[in-house]
């Protein structure tokens, strides 16, 4: 009895946690969202999924580092504690929303395993290059990065067609864009996250995503406007929505596609964001915060304990 207790509380404040925070994130990410204008894509769309996954951080912390040690800790183990309606009804809650995570991600893995079958019959595969490019006949997909584990681009042979080899060039190079920023694992967290109201952040981290691998393959103003080119060449072709781990160069809403054409076409060198003075700040004042939370630990299970003692009853 001690462990389950132990198990359905845990869950209850996991869910309690995640919830509230998803609530704070859902109702308030656009204030934030403000403040970042002045960076870049990239360090704007690393901010998003941040944010994003700020609830389930949050939770699993709270969870992990005070809930489980105070009940360990101060809970008595031969006690026959009566156990009230709320925790049930909340880790219950939890143990849903954990395993509808886990079914999105198993559908997600096999609806892309199924779109990858399906593009590899009669593909020539070209493996001279960082990442595999994979040649496929007929029209779509036209461009798409896919797989987590073992990356690889799709290119279709109208696609290949259509282009110039500079336009070619870049538009590949934006493609491993999107394989070294690991957007295809971040998509599969998400599927694992769902949560209402977080549609529109999520759609804010995929679009700046692409601009941020928009960012990645444009070195100067002439691959930008070879970039644009093949974006609107490729516009025109039969669109496809790409599988839920597959990352398109047309990827997104038309509005989001015409946003990146005139970014493009207004091309200037973007300041670097990022500093080493910046990250050893940011490391400083995490270690501070580490050692505030040392001295003051054990002091705050017990406030943990007796604040899960009131959710229980």
């Given at each position: 009895?001690?462990?389950?207790?132990g198990?359905?509380?845990?869950?209850?404040?996991f869910?309690?946690?995640?919830a509230?925070?998803?609530?704070?994130?859902?109702?308030?990410?656009?204030f934030?969202?403000?403040?970042?204008?002045?960076?870049?894509?990239?360090?704007?769309?690393?901010?998003?999924?941040?944010?994003?996954?700020?609830?389930?951080?949050?939770?699993?912390?709270?969870?992990?580092?005070?809930?489980?040690?105070?009940?360990?800790?101060?809970?008595?183990?031969?006690?026959?504690e009566?156990?009230?309606?709320?925790?049930?009804?909340?880790?219950?809650?939890?143990?849903?929303?954990?395993?509808?995570?886990?079914?999105?991600?198993?559908?997600a893995?096999?609806?892309?395993?199924e779109?990858?079958?399906?593009?590899?019959?009669q593909?020539?595969?070209?493996?001279?290059?960082?990442?595999p490019?994979?040649?496929?006949?007929?029209?779509?997909?036209?461009?798409?990065?896919?797989?987590?584990?073992?990356?690889?681009?799709?290119?279709?042979?109208?696609?290949?067609?259509?282009?110039?080899?500079?336009?070619?060039?870049?538009?590949?190079?934006?493609?491993?864009?999107?394989?070294?920023?690991?957007?295809?694992?971040?998509k599969?967290?998400?599927?694992?996250?769902?949560?209402p109201?977080?549609?529109?952040?999520?759609?804010?981290?995929?679009?700046?995503?692409?601009?941020?691998?928009?960012?990645?393959?444009?070195?100067?103003?002439?691959?930008?406007?070879?970039?644009?080119?093949?974006l609107?060449?490729?516009?025109?072709?039969?669109?496809?929505?790409?599988?839920?781990?597959?990352?398109?160069?047309?990827?997104?809403?038309?509005?989001?596609?015409?946003a990146?054409?005139?970014?493009?076409?207004?091309?200037?060198?973007?300041?670097q964001?990022?500093?080493?003075?910046?990250?050893?700040?940011?490391?400083?004042?995490?270690?501070?915060?580490?050692?505030?939370f040392?001295?003051v630990?054990?002091h705050?299970?017990?406030?943990?304990?007796?604040?899960?003692?009131?959710l229980?009853?």
């Open positions: 009895m001690f462990a389950a207790r198990l359905m509380l845990s869950l209850a404040v869910t309690l946690v995640y509230s925070v998803s609530a704070l994130v859902a109702a308030g990410w656009r934030a969202e403000r403040s970042w204008r002045g960076l870049n894509a990239a360090s704007q769309a690393d901010r998003f999924m941040l944010l994003r996954m700020l609830p389930l951080l949050s939770a699993a912390l709270v969870t992990l580092i005070f809930t489980i040690p105070s009940f360990v800790m101060f809970e008595p183990r031969g006690g026959d009566d156990f009230g309606v709320a925790p049930v009804i909340l880790g219950t809650f939890g143990l849903a929303l954990l395993a509808a995570g886990l079914w999105r991600i198993v559908v893995l096999a609806r892309t395993s779109a990858m079958a399906v593009c590899m019959r593909a020539r595969v070209d493996g001279s290059g960082e990442v490019v994979v040649r496929i006949s007929g029209v779509k997909p036209a461009l798409m990065a896919a797989g987590i584990a073992r990356p690889r681009v799709l290119l279709s042979e109208t696609a290949e067609f259509l282009l110039t080899p500079r336009e070619l060039q870049i538009a590949l190079r934006h493609e491993l864009g999107h394989i070294r920023r690991r957007d295809n694992g971040k599969l967290a998400l599927c694992a996250i769902a949560f109201g977080m549609s529109r952040l999520e759609t804010a981290w995929r679009e700046m995503s692409e601009m941020a691998a928009d960012d990645a393959a444009v070195a100067n103003e002439c691959d930008a406007l070879d970039l644009a080119a093949a609107i060449k490729l516009s025109r072709l039969a669109p496809m929505e790409p599988a839920i781990l597959m990352t398109g160069l047309l990827h997104g809403p038309a509005a989001c596609l015409n990146r054409v005139e970014r493009l076409l207004a091309w200037r060198e973007r300041p964001t990022h500093s080493n003075r910046a990250w050893w700040q940011g490391a400083a004042a995490g270690l501070a915060v580490v050692a505030g040392a001295v630990y054990s705050l299970l017990i406030q943990v304990h007796t604040a899960t003692e009131w229980v009853r």
